[in-house]
């Protein structure tokens, strides 16, 4: 048997109770390393828990933004999500994978202890 390609798509949120700085940039800093940890977290607990959960692998926080325009209040979270893509599963759904995001977190409003702002969830296969 053939192991199953992997396959990843992208996720991007803002977390608005997070204020950006400049360690955040820095991927050795400790606030990166710490942020990074817990975002990944937070994002593979519910991805577990949505339709791509018996073939999902894990996401990796790979880049912290300031927010829209140049709002240092917010921190805009760039992640990547890897999938087997296995011939029994059906193809990924972004579409329904947006919504079970968006269910999960209160309506895009709410991820662990973070707030989040409500347009800002995108989800690229």
Not at 19 to 41: H, K, M
Request: hydrophobic residues 30%; glycine residues 6%; neutral net charge.
């Amino acid at each position: 048997t053939t192991a199953a390609a992997l396959e990843s798509f992208t996720v991007n949120f803002t977390i608005t109770n997070l204020p950006y700085t400049s360690d955040l940039e820095n991927p050795n800093s400790a606030r990166f390393n710490a942020t990074q940890r817990v975002t990944a977290t937070l994002l593979d607990r519910l991805m577990k828990d949505s339709s791509i959960g018996p073939t999902f692998q894990g996401c990796v926080t790979t880049a912290f933004r300031y927010g829209p325009g140049s709002a240092r209040d917010e921190t805009r979270v760039d992640a990547v999500c890897t999938y087997s893509k296995e011939p029994w599963a059906a193809p990924l759904d972004r579409v329904g994978l947006y919504h079970q995001v968006s269910n999960k977190t209160r309506g895009i409003s709410q991820l662990g202890p973070y707030s989040l702002d409500k347009d800002s969830l995108y989800v690229n296969g």
